[in-house]
């Protein structure tokens, strides 16, 4: 079965760094799509941006972009959503997902998600 | 690119039918039959229910369908039940190797 599994809850302050992280089976990982999402309290999903862990090719919502960077090591199954300067506006819940393979139709496998919170 | 355009709220009595819309663009919506639809429980993930415009991955009930006709995708919910309470999210590929998502609709079970 394919699972995803993500990194556990973080408090941060405002202008610290921070990486999560999203690790999967390894056969079901390196060729797949895996995308960022962003869902903040009470409100809908966010595409963030998606990675190919295989070649690390990343592409970004124009939302996200510069904001955020994603990257993977696809020797341990992982992706990472990392930020460089925590604003309090980045506390969130943040789901990885994987994309329906050969196809742009989907996401089929969501991780739990990870809660990040950005207080002084 | 601006988010997809759902009814924030939709409800029905059991048994009943119901279809939330998903009103995109050329750009997106009506360029590519790759839209998906999600629901999604409070403090859960989402779960995948409509995939490629109208397909249903295994497990998933078929009470469940999805549409599209031009610029707007649909779920269609038939024999409301109980269970189907919940928050649902439609995702269009948008062309460039971006998706984006709708703002979400909460459908309640009255």
């Known amino acids: 079965e394919v699972q995803l599994v993500q990194s556990g809850a973080e408090v941060k302050k405002p202008g610290e760094s921070l990486k999560i992280s999203c690790t999967g089976s390894g056969n079901t990982f390196n060729n797949y799509w895996i995308a960022w999402v962003r869902q903040m309290s009470g409100k809908g999903l966010e595409w963030m941006g998606i990675i190919y862990p295989s070649n690390s090719d990343a592409r970004y919502s124009p939302s996200f972009q510069g904001q955020v960077t994603i990257s993977a090591d696809r020797s341990i199954s992982t992706a990472y959503l990392q930020w460089s300067n925590l604003k309090a506006s980045d506390t969130a819940m943040y789901f990885c997902a994987r994309l329906i393979p050969g196809s742009w139709g989907g996401f089929d496998y969501w991780g739990p998600g990870t809660q990040v919170t950005v207080s002084s | 690119q601006s988010a997809l355009t759902q009814p924030a709220s939709m409800s029905g009595s059991p048994g009943q039918s119901i279809t939330i819309s998903c009103t995109g663009t050329?750009?997106?919506?009506?360029?590519?039959?790759?839209v998906s639809w999600y629901q999604q429980y409070p403090g859960k993930a989402p779960k995948l229910m409509i995939y490629d415009g109208s397909k249903r991955p295994s497990g998933v009930s078929n009470r469940f369908s999805g549409s599209k006709s031009g610029n707007t995708a649909s779920l269609a919910i038939s024999g409301l039940q109980a269970e189907d309470e919940a928050n649902y999210y439609c995702c269009a590929f948008a062309g460039r190797s971006t998706l984006v998502f709708g703002g979400g609709t909460k459908v309640t079970v009255l």
């Open positions: 050329t750009s997106d919506v009506g360029s590519y039959n790759l």
